[in-house]
T-cell receptor, first 113, second 113 residues
Framework: DVKVTQSSRYLVKRTGEKVFLECVQDMDHENMFWYRQDPGLGLRLIYFSYDVKMKEKGDIPEGYSVSREKKERFSLILESASTNQTSMYLC????????????FGPGTRLTVT | GNSVTQMEGPVTLSEEAFLTINCTYTATGYPSLFWYVQYPGEGLQLLLKATKADDKGSNKGFEATYRKETTSFHLEKGSVQVSDSAVYFCALRRGGANSKLTFGKGITLSVRP
């Protein structure tokens, strides 16, 4: 089974802190994604990566950056956390450009106070 | 651009009731369509998919048919169980390279014993 793990299930940070969310997949998938999930808004794509050191902006990249130094690991970085970044963050991975199923991690609920 | 519209929720049903969750989409060409399910405390997982018009996806008693003429992909189940209580997301694959998905807002289903 594909497994996508996220470093924390729950995280509480203060405004202005730099926050790292880590995601690891164990199936050698090429593509990795970061979403945020908010009530009434569904899932919105923040960033994705289709190869090591490659990244592309999603629909709501402002206030976020990402890093993919190794194929299995994709990090989401909040440079200076703000209260409007309080949300559920979901990481996902998929095999390649012709296999579209995405496998999701359990999510990290981030609260910024 | 691409978009997915789901019916407003939440939905509450009694066990063994018939379920329909509506999903319509806007897209160019022939996108692949998906239903994902999120059980409480978990990440999303693929429930079923359809890759071309008139395809029927099915899994765990759920079905959805890709209707090009009505741009719809409604989810149905003949007899729901308490264990089906979850959030359901309709999604489509965006065109172009990689496997980015556009998600609907999701709908919460609660099934009473």
């Amino acid at each position: 089974d594909v497994k996508v793990t996220q470093s924390s299930r729950y995280l509480v940070k203060r405004t202005g802190e730099k926050v790292f969310l880590e995601c690891v997949q164990d199936m050698d998938h090429e593509n990795m994604f970061w979403y945020r999930q908010d009530p009434g808004l569904g899932l919105r794509l923040i960033y994705f990566s289709y190869d090591v050191k490659m990244k592309e902006k999603g629909d709501i990249p402002e206030g976020y950056s990402v890093s993919r130094e190794k194929k299995e690991r994709f990090s989401l970085i909040l440079e200076s956390a703000s209260t409007n970044q309080t949300s559920m963050y979901l990481c996902a991975s998929s095999l390649g450009s012709t296999v579209y199923e995405q496998y999701f991690g359990p999510g990290t609920r981030l609260t910024v106070t | 651009g691409n978009s997915v519209t789901q019916m407003e929720g939440p939905v509450t049903l009694s066990e063994e009731a018939f379920l329909t969750i509506n999903c319509t989409y806007t897209a160019t060409g022939y996108p692949s369509l998906f239903w994902y399910v999120q059980y409480p405390g978990e990440g999303l997982q693929l429930l079923l998919k359809a890759t071309k018009a008139d395809d029927k996806g099915s899994n765990k008693g759920f079905e959805a048919t890709y209707r090009k003429e009505t741009t719809s992909f409604h989810l149905e189940k003949g007899s729901v169980q308490v264990s089906d209580s979850a959030v359901y997301f309709c999604a489509l694959r965006r065109g172009g390279a990689n496997s980015k998905l556009t998600f609907g807002k999701g709908i919460t289903l609660s099934v009473r014993p």
